[in-house]
């Protein structure tokens, strides 16, 4: 599913939310992949955002316990097409 916001989702679905593995992404790049409970973030799963990630538990929407990491920030390139050159 795509919000207006830009925010994806995808994964199983119980009364139009997620509940039960799923992913999802947000237009400022976060990215949470795990498990979901009406629509929050609950049971193990990883969110990646702004060079760091959390592994661990999560209940509610609130990250639980669990390793923090840091990540180099990665630069995502799109791919460039014929109407991106000059003639």
Same mark, same amino acid.
């Given at each position: 599913i795509r919000y207006f916001d830009g925010t994806i989702q995808e994964g199983e679905f119980k009364s139009k939310r997620l509940n039960g593995k799923g992913k999802m992404m947000t237009s400022d790049g976060e990215v949470y992949i795990g498990h979901f409970k009406d629509g929050?973030?609950?049971? +193990?799963?990883?969110? !990646? +955002?702004e060079g760091a990630v959390l592994a661990g538990t999560f209940e509610n929407?609130?990250? !639980?316990k669990g390793v923090r990491s840091e990540v180099e920030p990665v630069k995502v390139h799109r791919k460039r097409r014929r109407e991106d050159y000059d003639d």
């Amino acid at each position: 599913i795509r919000y207006f916001d830009g925010t994806i989702q995808e994964g199983e679905f119980k009364s139009k939310r997620l509940n039960g593995k799923g992913k999802m992404m947000t237009s400022d790049g976060e990215v949470y992949i795990g498990h979901f409970k009406d629509g929050k973030l609950h049971g +193990y799963g990883k969110f !990646i +955002y702004e060079g760091a990630v959390l592994a661990g538990t999560f209940e509610n929407g609130r990250f !639980i316990k669990g390793v923090r990491s840091e990540v180099e920030p990665v630069k995502v390139h799109r791919k460039r097409r014929r109407e991106d050159y000059d003639d």
